[in-house]
């Protein structure tokens, strides 16, 4: 579990260095955004390994009522995603696509997870990406007002979505993990 947390601090703490500290952020420049990216790699590097090593306690498994809720979940989680490279029409009206696709998966996991390595790292990146909305909300008004947004934008985002799904899919089913029951 320890790897799991540290995974989760280090993960956090490069992601929130934008928000908290933007000024020491901005003057690290090109060498910030590698810290950043390296630090990213890590924390995800030690969330997956300390997932799977961890000692867990269960409370509760996978129904077929929660799979299916928790795939719905991955597909709309998925779309955002895709919609927020797109630039889909979704993304007007959603201000944060891809921190709300976090956190929908997080949820839809916490759904069908119920373990206590699920609850510390489903969990702490649900509280992550809130919390990063509410940072985001706080020092950056909202500027986009709604424009025409072309069909090819919709269809990329669907297309995306399909495609992630199925690897994700098919990557879970590989790592033991069926998604569909």
Do not use: C
């Amino acid at each position: 579990m320890t790897l799991l947390i540290l995974g989760l601090i280090l993960w956090s703490a490069v992601h929130f260095w934008k928000r908290l500290a933007p000024a020491h952020r901005a003057s690290m420049g090109e060498q910030g955004k590698m810290i950043v990216t390296i630090g990213a790699m890590a924390g995800l590097v030690l969330m997956v390994l300390g997932y799977r090593w961890a000692d867990t306690t269960f409370y509760w498994g996978r129904t077929p009522a929660m799979t299916g809720i928790n795939n719905l979940l991955m597909l709309l989680a998925f779309y955002l995603f895709a919609a927020s490279g797109s630039k889909a029409r979704i993304t007007q009206y959603v201000r944060h696509p891809q921190l709300t696709a976090v956190k929908l998966w997080a949820v839809g996991h916490l759904l069908v997870n119920g373990d206590t390595a699920s609850f510390v790292l489903f969990g702490g990146l649900l509280v992550w990406a809130g919390s990063e909305v509410a940072l985001i909300n706080r020092t950056e008004p909202r500027q986009t007002p709604p424009h025409m947004v072309p069909i090819r934008k919709e269809i990329t985002a669907i297309v995306a979505t399909i495609v992630a799904f199925g690897v994700v899919s098919v990557v879970h089913i590989w790592l033991g993990y069926n998604p569909f029951g």
